[in-house]
């Protein structure tokens, strides 16, 4: 499984890489408060923390972008739950990210809503203890990113948005709200 997904991975990059001139193509940086939450657990818990990402955008239709991203979030448990009330339950996260998603967006001037999804792997720690899962994670496992918001301005530049990283080895989500700016690339 992991060989299949660097393959993709690659044959993605590579094709983003050499696209052809007529598309036209910029950088996305985010920046944000990253969340991390476990798939199943008696109280609600939610981890906090840091969130940043970077995006290759290539524009193939003014409806249809594609996106290698490199980004890195790290969350830590605080030891309560989102009430405040005192958990043994934890969940936490610390890992670079990358892979390749595809972005539908509605080609609208100011506010442009969008969806993305793509496939993507993690590296780095993940935790995860509830009454239902016990897991603690080092190393690579895949993800997979699903993300939506609005893209704002003239010409779309500025993205407010949720993203999630769906974790099934470590049964959990490590997402963001985030803000992001895009920069032009020229041909």
């Known amino acids: ?54 995006e290759y955008v290539v524009k193939i239709k003014s409806w249809l972008e594609l996106k290698p991203y490199a980004g890195f979030i790290t969350t830590s448990s605080n030891g309560k739950d989102i009430d405040n009330n005192p958990t043994h339950e934890k969940v936490e996260t610390k890992a670079f990210l990358l892979g390749g998603k ?6 609208i001037p100011w506010v442009a809503p969008y969806l993305e999804v793509g496939i993507g792997g993690s590296i780095g720690k993940f935790e995860t203890f509830t009454d239902f899962t ?28 949720f993203r999630y990283f769906f974790l099934p080895s470590a049964e959990q989500f490590a997402g963001a709200f985030a803000v992001g700016i895009s920069f032009p690339l020229k041909s």
Do not use: C, W
Request: hydrophobic content about 40%; overall charge neutral; proline content about 3%.
């Open 1 to 54: 499984m992991k060989s299949q997904l660097i393959s993709l991975l690659l044959v993605f990059l590579t094709y983003t890489s050499f696209a052809q001139s007529k598309y036209e193509k910029e950088i996305n940086a985010e920046i944000g408060i990253g969340l991390t939450s476990p798939y199943e657990s008696t109280t609600n818990i939610v981890s906090t923390g840091f969130f940043i990402q970077g």
């Open 102 to 107: 595809a972005r539908l967006r509605a080609p």
């Open 134 to 161: 016990n897991i603690e994670k080092s190393g690579f496992t895949y993800h997979i990113p699903i993300a939506f918001g609005l893209e704002l301005g003239k010409n779309n530049g500025v993205d407010i948005g």
